[in-house]
Nanobody
Framework: QVQLVESGGGLVQPGGSLRLSCTAS????????MAWYRRPPGKAREWVAS???????YYPDSVKGRFTISRDNAKNTVFLQLNSLKVDDTAVYLC???????WGQGTQVTVSS
């Protein structure tokens, strides 16, 4: 059974940081593009970062310079470093395979003072 499990979410103050992890099991994703998305409360899911198997990273303007995606293929894990967090970054953060076939359940990130 293939699973993606996110972790690392929590409550943080504006300006703070968090590091999210997405660990895969059941098959290797080292040859796959991987991505992070988020679903803010009451809004549609939005893309926040992608990474290729070789480590090239892509971001929308809304998070560029604040979020960093990385991966450890040996550990079948993808990371998302969140810095300079804003209240508007509050969302459930989900990881998924680049083809959209596999998704995790998500981890809640709440930015509040």
């Amino acid at each position: 059974q293939v699973q993606l499990v996110e972790s690392g979410g929590g409550l943080v103050q504006p300006g703070g940081s968090l590091r999210l992890s997405c660990t895969a099991s059941g098959r290797s994703f080292s040859a796959d593009n991987m991505a992070w998305y988020r679903r803010p409360p009451g809004k549609a899911r939005e893309w926040v970062a992608s990474i290729t198997p070789s480590g090239s990273a892509y971001y929308p303007d809304s998070v560029k310079g604040r979020f960093t995606i990385s991966r450890d293929n040996a550990k079948n894990t993808v990371f998302l470093q969140l810095n300079s967090l804003k209240v508007d970054d509050t969302a459930v953060y989900l990881c998924g395979s680049g083809d959209g076939h596999y998704w995790g359940q998500g981890t809640q990130v709440t930015v509040s003072s």
